[in-house]
């Protein structure tokens, strides 16, 4: 594979950002590689500058449900865009948009739109404390929130239940309002309500964590954070930034019937442009500025090209059969891998949930905490990544990033897929 161009590209944009990227995941680090430069997108398939070609499985880290540059999207954006591209005051799109979310979804009442996933959850637990004037935030290792203060935080060492934070720049006193505990714990749950009863704000968790493998959780580990919210009076917040019109229309809060207190929203909620978003019922969103006391704000929120372009995707999700046919092209794809690697009795299981899937390296068929990941076993990552790129499928340059189908993804490309992994195990575990 030629790659020269992007290393080029590489080369130069090393001058101008931090590690030559505007987001540190992109920067191939961890498949020791260099970054490939993007061209163009076209249905499921990806183009780099040096004109390779890939079937794309990152799908922009899980935006992109139609695929690439579909065409409603890209007639709503164009269309939008005649009329100018942001105004500082309402348009109907907003209007738009939140009417064929909220009328759908039976979890929400009212929403507010920003900018991505990262304000959208440090807006939501701001709200969380605002309307609890509790402070203590509960989050669990395993779990992104995007790069909020208050939750860039990882369990500290020993039996502290307090977290340390897990960037530079985050003060002390920030990472000592958040209680980071092991997924799928009922015990350290318990007793961390018990030993902060009055001061829990909420409770946090993407419903289904796909940030750091896809740790998908038993259901009645969901329910017992709702009964331990309702107890105590704290919110329960389902992060579904990537699970929201992924899993499902209604998300996780629809998957498994449980209604969280607020939800966050992003990725696919914009259609491919910038748009996160947060929810909630009537009673907690009037809490929200210029009703409420809780201040929130944005320049370019609901901006009127993004609300175009999201709602043409959404009006897509919304069409009959949609997530089946997802769902069901996923669901092949992983079981004929996970046959491949149990006949040849490679340690690979890929786990799944709709349109999702994780390759994880062992053999066990549940891993529900970040514990239970063995990372020196990332270096069959790399070779499978380096070997998938090869054979023209393009994989998020981390073995903890999840995979996404998008409905660009035919029968056919899901056999292309197929093959290429299996021969990329074989390269994998040659030895
Ligand atoms: C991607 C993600 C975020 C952060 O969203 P950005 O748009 O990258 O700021 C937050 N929470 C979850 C669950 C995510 O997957």
Redo the contacts with the bound molecule.
């Keep these: 594979m030629n790659s020269s161009k992007s290393q080029a590209h590489y080369q130069d944009a090393l001058n101008y950002f931090p590690g030559g990227v505007n987001s540190p995941v992109r920067a191939f680090r961890s498949v020791n590689g260099t970054p490939l430069f993007i061209d163009r997108g076209e249905g499921c398939h990806m183009i780099d500058v040096d004109g390779n070609r890939f079937i794309d499985l990152c799908c922009s ?2 935006p992109l449900i139609l695929g690439h540059n579909p065409p409603s999207v890209k007639a709503a954006i164009t269309e939008a865009l005649e009329k100018g591209t942001s105004f500082g005051a309402p348009t109907a799109y907003g209007n738009k948009l939140a009417k064929l979310i909220i009328e759908n979804n039976r979890f929400i009442d009212m929403i507010r739109f920003v900018n ?4 959208a ?1 440090m807006s939501a637990v701001r709200l969380a404390r605002g309307v609890t004037g509790k402070n203590k935030i509960i989050k669990f290792e395993g ?5 909020v203060d208050h939750l860039l935080v990882k369990a500290g060492s020993g039996l502290a239940t307090f977290g340390e934070s897990s960037s530079a720049g985050v003060p002390e006193a920030f990472a000592k309002e958040t209680i980071v505990l092991p997924l799928n714990d009922r015990v350290a749950l318990k007793s961390a309500f018990e030993k902060y009863a009055d001061d829990i704000a909420a409770i946090i968790i ?1 419903p289904v964590p ?2 750091n493998g896809l740790l998908l959780q038993d259901p009645s580990f969901l329910e017992c954070l709702r009964l331990h919210c309702y107890q105590y009076e704290s919110l329960l917040i389902f ?1 579904e ?2 699970s929201g019109f992924r899993v499902g229309f209604e998300g996780a809060a629809g998957h498994y019937g449980i209604q969280p207190d607020i939800i ?1 929203y ?2 696919i909620i914009g259609g491919g442009m910038p748009v ?1 978003a947060y929810a909630a019922s009537r009673a907690i969103m009037k809490h929200v500025s210029p009703d409420g006391p809780v201040y929130q704000a944005g320049t370019l929120s609901a901006n009127p090209v993004a609300m175009a372009a999201g709602i043409a995707q959404i009006e897509a999700c919304l069409q009959d059969g949609f997530y089946e046919g997802l769902e069901a092209k996923t669901k092949k794809l992983v079981e004929s891998v996970n046959q491949f690697a149990e006949d040849k009795g490679y340690p690979v299981h890929l786990f799944t949930i709709a349109s999702i899937f994780w390759i994880a390296f062992t053999k066990a068929d549940s891993v529900r905490a970040a514990s239970e990941i063995e990372a020196e076993k990332m270096s069959y990552f790399r070779t499978l990544h380096q070997e998938m790129l090869k054979q023209g499928v393009y994989l998020g340059p981390s073995g903890y990033e999840v995979g996404f189908i998008s409905a660009a993804h035919q029968e056919e490309h899901i056999s292309q897929i197929a093959t290429a992994m299996q021969n990329a195990l074989d390269v994998a575990f040659a030895n």
């Design positions: 880290w899980g991505s996933g990262t304000e959850v779990c992104y929130h995007g790069h993407e796909a940030n992060d930034v990537i966050t992003g990725k996160g």
